[in-house]
């Protein structure tokens, strides 16, 4: 210091001074971020309904025993869509039959209509005393994607086999449970001569595993048709996660308020066939194969931050302990940080970027014959902050072969950011009912469905669409969304009924009073 000339000294202390106020200014951004960050808005606490009296969804034993057999009645018609023009049209048939025989009650209320809707989806319209109220809707689909037994717990994924306190079968978490879950709910109210006062409509659509263009889209139309808009939509795509999110102790509910776009793509080479004794130097096969490889081993780039997931973690960071509460809640600073640790695992990685999978792919026709083509499918879920055609140019770039051809079977954007605030209807319906049903959850947040569903095509109804299943869903639960060993736990089921039993008397209010106001009972 003493070798500087007193002008230099005089800079030094100028930067010195000037990093240390840098840092303190930094330190109070993120600290006030952090401690000020709003706690999660808990719901009110009793929720006053004018006029009506409460019935809690205290169900009887038979009646617990009755809707565990109506979910393994549905579970066990293999309802399974293969393609869009491949199911089983034969089970879907019978799926109407089915739920008019297990719900009297829905199917003979004078103020329930019921239409079947491109043959073998359901939309039912509850009409409410009160036409004045705005009419909401809930959706669930009955088709299932495909499960053969090799690897399963139980003899046959279709046999609704109850073990160890769960049901076990394809369509317990996606998306039977929530078919039979909402209809059993109306069938519950009903026989207590409960009678909305704000209208619903129920959808259930029969083709959503492969895209939903006979089923939900159709419904969607006709509601449109008929001059529909509605206060709020509620569909699959999220659940009550438990020991998901490192660093949360308590059960966190999110709730999608939007969901991911989806490309798939085709890429396909040909090359001219011959005898495998003389091959030439590459095969269709080696050169699609190495394309798809550029594409796994050099990922989509991380947005994460740009998108909605920062809501969500700035809303549950007052559930982590410290340091991590000062990360989530400054994620303007920490995003890069945060990201790195999120794309360790297929699920939060699902979160920072677009991701990659190569679903599908034959090639050859015989050992000894050089192939003459090469095809393969990969899908790809779009991070809310790209487009399709952001992702197709950086596909092409990263294949960079003009050997493969690239073509798209089907696109879609991410969809629109449903609202989020004190103020809208059906957030303060789903924080109410979560509060009724689940009081040990310690948060509710947005989120992002990080597949695809028939939510997005009920747009031009609503912009207020969630994505959400009252279901507590554990970190081994994720593998079994399409996969394995696929259950719901008897418990878990008949909360998910008890929510919905709320829901739809919560959802009978005129407009729920100022936030944070107090509630009281009647
Ligand atoms: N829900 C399924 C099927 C689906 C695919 C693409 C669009 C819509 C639905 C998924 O997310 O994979
Ligand atoms: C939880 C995500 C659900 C995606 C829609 C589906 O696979 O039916
Ligand atoms: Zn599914
Ligand atoms: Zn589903």
């Known amino acids: 210091m003493a070798a500087l000339s007193p002008r230099s000294r005089g800079v030094l202390w100028a930067v010195l001074w000037g990093l240390l106020g840098a840092t303190v200014a930094l330190l109070v951004v993120v600290l006030a971020r952090t401690y000020s960050v709003r706690p999660p808005a808990s719901a009110p606490t009793i929720w006053a309904r004018k006029g009506e009296r409460h019935i809690d969804p205290a169900f009887s034993p038979q009646e617990r025993r009755e809707l565990k057999e109506a979910l393994k009645g549905a579970i066990r018609l293999q309802t399974v869509s293969f393609a869009p023009d491949d199911q089983n049209t034969t089970a879907l048939a019978e799926f109407g039959p089915y739920i008019r025989k297990v719900f009297p009650a829905v199917f003979s209320a004078s103020f329930i209509q019921h239409e079947v ?26 088709d299932v994607v495909p499960a053969s037994p090799p690897g399963w717990d139980i003899d046959d994924p279709f046999s609704a086999e109850e073990r160890d306190g769960f049901i076990y079968g394809r369509g317990t978490l996606d998306n039977k449970n929530s078919v039979m879950g909402i209809l059993h709910a109306l069938e519950f109210l009903l026989r207590r001569n409960y009678r909305p006062r704000r209208s ?64 798939t793509t085709h890429l396909s080479v040909t090359s001219v066939p011959g005898h495998s004794s003389a091959p030439p130097k590459r095969t269709s096969i080696g050169i699609l194969s ?155 947040a947005p989120g992002i469905c990080i597949g695809n569903t028939d939510s997005r095509h009920f747009g031009s109804l609503t912009n207020a669409i969630y994505r959400f299943n009252p279901v507590v869903f554990k970190p081994d639960d994720m593998p079994r969304f399409h996969g394995l060993n696929e259950k719901i736990s008897v418990e878990s089921f008949e909360k998910q009924v008890g929510f919905l039993f709320q829901l739809i008397q919560n959802s009978d209010i005129d407009q729920p009073p100022e936030p944070h106001a107090n509630f009281h009972e009647l």
């Open 290 to 444: 190495e394309a798809l490889s550029r594409l796994e081993l050099h990922p989509m780039p991380s947005l994460f931050g740009e998108g909605p997931e920062s809501m969500m973690f700035e809303e549950l960071a007052p559930e982590f302990s410290f340091p991590l509460n000062i990360i989530m809640a400054n994620l303007w600073l920490f995003a890069p940080l945060l990201s790195r640790f999120l794309e360790q695992t297929p699920t939060t990685n699902a979160l920072v970027r677009t991701t990659t999978a190569i679903t599908l792919f034959h090639a050859g026709v015989k050992s000894n014959v050089i192939p003459p083509s090469a095809n393969a499918t990969v899908n790809f879920r779009i991070h809310p902050a790209q487009t399709v055609d952001e992702v197709l140019e950086i596909v092409d770039k990263t294949i960079n072969d003009k050997r493969v051809k690239i073509e798209v079977e089907s696109a879609f954007d991410p969809l629109p950011v449903s609202p989020w605030d004190d103020q809208t209807f059906g957030l303060q319906v789903f924080r109410k009912t979560i509060q009724d049903v689940f009081p040990d959850v310690g948060s509710v």
């Open 117 to 142: 809707i491109g043959e073998y989806s359901h939309l039912f319209t509850v009409q409410g005393s009160d036409p004045q109220l705005q009419p909401y809707m809930l959706i669930a689909h009955i």
């Open 200 to 263: 619903f409509y129920i959808g259930l659509g029969h083709d959503e595993e492969v895209g939903g263009q006979k089923g939900a889209v159709k419904i969607a139309a006709e509601l449109e048709s008929r001059g529909v808009q509605l206060s709020y939509l509620l569909d699959e795509g999220s659940f009550i996660l438990e020991g998901v999110i490192t660093g949360i102790k308590k059960p966190a509910a999110i709730i999608a308020v939007t969901e991911k776009g989806a490309v």
